[in-house]
């Protein structure tokens, strides 16, 4: 499992659910994560990442601020897109970063995940 954001906020339940009916669960983030943080209720894999928290919560937040900006509809429409295409490109880094992790793949691989 590897998200972050409201999606992980609305799984958590579930995952605990499971838990308590003797399932192991294995939760794999980018090292740089908002939301996933390493509790008892679950194993958390990791991986590295080329961006850093600061530059992923900045993102997050110039998207947040854009959404509600007056203006024309091109002028905001163009802004979202851009928000859109940065957050796009962290989570496309996300996903290229964990494929090309030999270690936790093997990992993954290794343990029928």
């Known amino acids: 499992l590897q998200i972050d954001g409201s999606p992980w906020l609305s799984i958590q339940e579930v995952l605990d659910g ?3 009916k003797g399932h192991e669960i294995v ?3 980018p090292e740089v994560s908002l939301h996933v943080k390493p509790t ?3 194993v958390l894999k990791t991986y590295p990442v080329s961006y850093t928290l600061e530059e992923m919560d900045e993102n997050l937040q110039v ?3 854009v959404v509600f900006e007056e203006g024309s509809f091109l ?3 163009l802004k979202l897109y851009k928000g859109i295409k940065r957050l796009t490109n962290l989570t496309m880094s996300s996903c290229t970063h964990l494929l090309y ?3 936790l793949v093997r990992y993954l691989e290794e343990s029928k995940f």
Do not use: P
Request: charged share 40%; net charge positive.
């Open 101 to 103: 992790n030999k270690e």
């Open 63 to 65: 998207f947040s601020k």
């Open 27 to 29: 939760v794999v983030a």
């Open 18 to 20: 499971l838990r308590q």
């Open 40 to 42: 008892e209720n679950f």
């Open 75 to 77: 002028e905001r429409f």
